[in-house]
């Protein structure tokens, strides 16, 4: 697998956020969202290939309890097989995997019930070149978010279409995101108060604290 860096930081998305967490990102994606806070990570020949036993070995001296594995996209195709199992010889850690959702969640097979899953639902200003998998919602539980990137009023009103027409097809925690934390953050949360919508609110807590340059 090509590794980009494993670092210790605090989770700051999904169901784990503000917990101690290491950090495995891999080298990869098939898509290029513009506020994307990770182009360093989309060649991957300009990172080491690693073994996932190796993987396990750097991931165990950190002793944190929580690991997430991001990306990049950490589902392409090539890295399936190596991601099994690393996911196999990191468990019984609390396992996370961040996806853009484009990907089949199923192709983890086994293990995909040692993981939780934090899933990105492309809106349109993300330009996604590649649609989001709608048969992924089946196979999300209520441990995994399915998390909506909200950049503007049209993206809120793309997403609040999504998850009431989502309600009731999927398990999944729906979060409402703000692209940016300053500036549409305080009107985004009064939007899914106001919509009434069966969403959570959730912040990038990492860029709270460490500000927009830290990508996790």
Same mark, same amino acid.
Not at 29 to 52: E, G, H, M, Q
Not at 56 to 81: D, M, R, S, W
Not at 108 to 128: F, H, I, M, N, T
């Given at each position: 697998?090509?590794?980009?860096? @494993? ?36 060649? #991957?020949?300009?990172?080491?290939? @690693? ?134 953050? @305080? ?5 899914? #108060? ?14 709270? @604290? ?7």
């Amino acid at each position: 697998m090509r590794i980009v860096e @494993i670092f210790d930081s605090i989770q700051g998305e999904g169901r784990y956020t503000g917990y101690p967490t290491t950090f495995v990102r891999l080298a990869g994606c098939n898509l290029r969202c513009p506020w994307c806070d990770t182009k360093y990570a989309y060649d #991957v020949d300009k990172f080491p290939d @690693i073994s996932p036993q190796k993987i396990a070995e750097k991931v165990k001296k950190y002793k944190q309890h929580n690991v997430a594995i991001t990306g990049g996209e950490p589902l392409l195709k090539e890295n399936i097989e190596e991601l099994k199992d690393l996911v196999r010889r990191l468990y019984p850690y609390t396992i996370s995997i961040f996806t853009n959702g484009t990907m089949d969640v199923s192709n983890l097979g086994e293990v995909r019930d040692q993981v939780s899953l934090v899933v990105d639902y492309k809106l349109k200003s993300a330009k996604p070149i590649v649609p989001f998998l709608k048969t992924n919602l089946i196979g999300l539980r209520f441990i995994d978010d399915l998390k909506f990137v909200v950049a503007s009023m049209a993206d809120f009103y793309e997403a609040e279409r999504a998850i009431k027409r989502m309600y009731g097809h999927t398990m999944a925690t729906f979060t409402m995101t703000p692209a940016y934390n300053k500036g549409f953050d @305080i009107v985004l949360a009064e939007k899914i #108060v106001q919509h009434r919508l069966p969403a959570v609110y959730r912040r990038q807590l990492h860029k709270d @604290i460490w500000g927009e340059k830290r990508g996790v």
